[in-house]
């Protein structure tokens, strides 16, 4: 009985997967369409992308340069991409594609794929930043803070002046925002409810949040907000 039930329960585990990343792909594949339509139709340029994070151009035209790959789920991918754009020679294309791309990487990011339990959503090293979401929408994370440093990476994709709330905690963090993994561009380690980071200037690129508990013994829950003042 108990060896059915486990398998019956492995079945449904599977099939869950499987429908989830189904319709993953399908939101992923009608993104690429709607960007396909608005901005490459008729031209000799195409896109593609999958839940792994993987958008590709293509260049279709005989002395053309190929094709370019780049994962936009890596650290200072969403940037890259924005900057490998210019593969597109077609000035129109390549400013209609600009706009539009973040269609597709709001479907890829809709999706988290499932990895082994020792890799998951460590986020205890730059490289494996969890991201958050990319500016000019507001950009919310919710976590819980321990002694172990976190980082969070969002992207923003227009200069502009930011400010940063914090709301939840209930023990002091240590918080910092930065560009890699040495610098500070705003840096706090009083940080309780109810304080924010002042309106500074970003200009567009790929940021880290980093995150940490004061007191190693204690933990809180956080609540951070990032948007325009």
């Keep these: 009985m108990h060896s059915l039930l486990t398998k019956s329960l492995a079945i ?8 989830s990343f189904c319709f993953a792909d399908s939101r992923i594949d009608k993104a690429v369409e709607i960007v396909t339509k608005l901005c490459l139709s ?15 151009i293509k260049d279709f035209k005989p002395n053309g340069a190929g094709s370019l790959v780049i994962n936009v ?8 991409l924005q900057n490998h754009l ?34 998951e959503a460590s986020n205890s090293t730059i490289s494996r930043a969890k991201f958050v979401g990319y500016y000019p929408d507001d950009i919310k994370i ?14 923003v994709k227009e ?3 930011l400010e940063i709330l914090f709301k939840e905690i209930t023990k002091k963090l240590f918080v910092a925002v ?19 980071f002042p309106p500074t200037l970003f200009i567009p690129g790929d940021y880290y949040l ?20």
């Excluded at 449904?12 to 429908?19: D, E, Y």
């Excluded at 500070?184 to 109810?194: E, P, Q």
């Design 142 to 155: 919710v976590g819980l803070a321990d002694n172990q440093l976190r980082y969070y990476r969002f992207t």
């Design 42 to 56: 008729g031209s000799e340029y195409g896109l593609s992308a999958d839940v792994n994070g993987n958008i590709s």
């Design 86 to 119: 210019r593969l597109i020679g077609d000035n129109d294309v390549r400013e209609c594609t600009q706009e539009h791309i973040g269609r597709i990487m709001d479907a890829i990011f809709e999706y988290t794929p499932k990895y082994k339990a020792d890799e």
């Design 210 to 229: 980093k995150v940490k508990t004061i007191n190693r013994k204690e933990s809180s829950p956080f609540q951070i907000t990032i948007r325009k003042p």
């Design 159 to 161: 200069q502009s002046k």
């Design 73 to 80: 789920r890596e650290a200072k991918g969403a940037t890259a």
């Design 12 to 19: 449904i585990a599977v099939t869950f997967t499987v429908t």
């Design 178 to 196: 930065a560009t890699d993994s040495d610098s500070a561009l705003l840096s706090n380690d009083r940080i309780y409810t109810g304080r924010t």
